[in-house]
């Protein structure tokens, strides 16, 4: 009969090929055997560098995405200025539904690959990222219905929140300077300088359109595209 035993203490260490745990009555176990660290989070023998550098180049450093952005954002605010409140709310909700798709679109026309292989490690998160924006925005959207002016302001802090992820997504310390813009420009407008509120769908436009010409840059200088 085994005996009942109480896990007691941790201790991650390599030993004997193994990962050791104490165990109490049973002095210690394996569990695994011995493997890079990066390889038990990333899976096979990709390491995070490796995964962070296949990102940046089939998503060409990530700069299709601010570049429809800018469009997307100048339309909204183009709609929300001279059409009606309502349909710039709009036009950035469903339209930011549709940034990864056309980002897509766009990678397709300059040619080569579009996704990450099936079965890479950050694939999952890329698309998991994809889909704050728009549950983010829901409530921007709540906030304009009862203050229009308070929209683009809180859409800012959702989206340059979003951008953090980046960092780690594509190794690359550019996209903390584009989501710090954004989120203090969002906050700028909010709690700052209240007048900053009617234009900053504007302003956003403009940031997403100085970053890409960043963006468009470092993909082909590793200097900048390194972590």
Known sequence: MIPPFHLRAVDWGWRDNCTMI????WSRACLFPRVAFSSIILGDDMDVSQAQADVRRI???GFPGPLVSAVL??????????????????TLFFGGMLIFPLNTLLLKILGGPVALSK????AALAMQCAFTVPLGLVIAVALGSYEPVLF?????IIVGAHYLVFISLYGMRVYAVLAGALILLGL??????P??????GWLGAAVFLLFTVVLYRAQDDPVKAAP
């Open 22 to 25: 104490d165990v109490g009555a």
């Open 73 to 90: 954002w100048a339309a909204a605010s183009a709609v929300f200025t001279w059409g009606s409140v309502a349909g710039g709310m709009a």
């Open 152 to 156: 683009f302001p809180a859409s800012l």
């Open 188 to 193: 700028s407008a909010l709690l700052v300088i």
């Open 59 to 61: 998503y060409r450093a």
């Open 119 to 122: 079965g890479h490690p950050s």
């Open 195 to 200: 007048e900053l509120g009617g234009i900053s």
